[in-house]
């Protein structure tokens, strides 16, 4: 370390999402934040583990702070210098539900997100819904928009507008079904030809179709009935899987507490 010249080095600060902390070593932590200017960093906390003084509760997950680092350019650890607390959650941690749904958005984005790669438009819409778990009119079924949003963002969002096949424009008189290795939906005329198709009623995908367009704000508008979240839900989760390869292991307990 004391042989890299101190002209490498560089201070930064950026608001961040707390998506998780552990030990290391003696007396250290390593975090891992969202930060708004620079996607998903990790950072060594120095005698975090030993002292809360320093970063307080500033590093527990959920949090939204403004961090201040030392960053050697795209070279390991970044160093957590100090961190301001500009809004704490702690209420979460009183309602199992809420720590569950919430770690599952904050495992999502640890996941999908490659390290050191800018996305703003993740950073608020995690933002967002960290501050919706907290709220009395957060529902579960709010979490099928933050999914389908956040593979939007990344890249991976399935294609609900037009038939995957054919590219024939979603119609309303026509009964469609999903696939998940094509990545969107299949008109009638299609079905034949694609295996493991998995059912999608109009009602859900015009619902999905509305809610890639709202603003974000306005997601918690949006409902469901019973029938349409079920499916909706394996639908993301099936899309989900097949991209990252697993299930998130947050989302194996969220199913085991249903
Ligand atoms: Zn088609």
Redesign the pocket.
Known sequence: MSSVPTVLMRHLCSQAVVLRTFDFGESDKIVSLFTEEFGRLRLIAKGAKRSRKRFGSGLEPFTHIEAFFADREYRGLARLERCHIIAAFPQIADDVRRVVCGTYMLELVDTLTPERERHPEVFLLLLFFVSLLIHEAFREEMLRFFELRLFAMLGYQPQLMR??????AFQVQHHYKFSVKRGGI?????QDRVAELLPLSNGTIRLFQQAMRMDIPKLPRLVFSPAEHEEGRLMLTKFLEYHIGRLPRSLMVMEQLA
């Open positions: 038939c995957v096949i054919c590219r024939a299949v008109c009638p005329a299609c």
